[in-house]
């Protein structure tokens, strides 16, 4: 990619309708030039009239590439879950608000160094992607980073936790991969009930934690609550 050298305004009047255009112009222009990595050279463009199509352009750019950096900062670029920012602002909310039971799910995939070491990360994205549509069509779901995610449901109670937790392992077990049809993946999952088992968001993400280590010591692809974690610990 070249250095920019030169952008463009168009010919405007200097009427009413004329700063405006100008001020949108050299927002999208540096919007675009942010974009590029070009940001320290903005002192050096060199600004020439230019047609009204070339200016729309750039304010289109300009304002579809703020709308990504906003976006980029509560969303998962690869998934477009909701990122671990965007779960601790929900998940507070929730536990302050909700007049039901609050199920709080921490999900890992089981062994996914494999999936990367033999398929290729481009592969290992790929499953990344296709969690995240098994998780978004049931309720909130986050993207923690790496292979763990985070989900957010209303419960009735802990026995309904348990089944919803099930039914993901069982879709994302039996996941069918076209072009890698020998490949299967699965999930561990511990679940916290608020507020059963913790009221504060701190609290449940410590204990949701604890339950997702049982689940994977004991054997993976298994959904654990708190509670059973803490009395095989006992």
Request: aromatic fraction near 6%.
């Amino acid at each position: 990619v070249h250095a920019i050298t030169s952008l463009a305004f168009p010919s405007v009047s200097t009427g009413a309708h004329g700063y405006p255009v100008i001020e949108a112009a050299r927002t999208a222009i540096s919007a675009v030039a942010d974009a590029l990595a070009f940001t320290s050279h903005l002192n050096h463009v060199r600004f020439v009239l230019f047609d009204k199509a070339t200016l729309k352009a750039f304010v289109v750019a300009g304002k579809e590439f703020t709308a990504l950096k906003a976006r980029s900062s509560t969303h998962d670029s690869l998934t477009g879950l909701g990122n671990s920012r965007t779960l601790l602002a929900d998940l507070d909310r929730l536990l302050k608000t909700s007049e039901q039971r609050v199920a709080f799910y921490l999900m890992d995939m089981d062994d996914f160094k494999r999936v990367n070491d033999m398929h290729g990360h481009q592969v290992g994205d790929h499953v990344l992607r296709i969690t995240a549509q098994v998780l978004s069509r049931r309720n909130s779901s986050y993207r923690m980073g790496g292979d763990e995610f985070a989900m957010v449901a209303a419960t009735t109670g802990r026995a309904e936790a348990l089944g919803l937790g099930e039914s993901i392992c069982a879709e994302i077990a039996h996941l069918v991969f076209k072009e890698r049809p020998n490949l299967k993946v699965a999930v561990s999952i511990g679940v916290v009930l608020s507020p059963d088992d913790a009221t504060t968001t701190e609290e449940v993400l410590r204990i949701a934690d604890v339950a997702l280590y049982r689940a994977k010591a004991d054997g993976g692809n298994s959904v654990r609550t708190y509670v059973e974690s803490s009395a095989k610990r006992a």
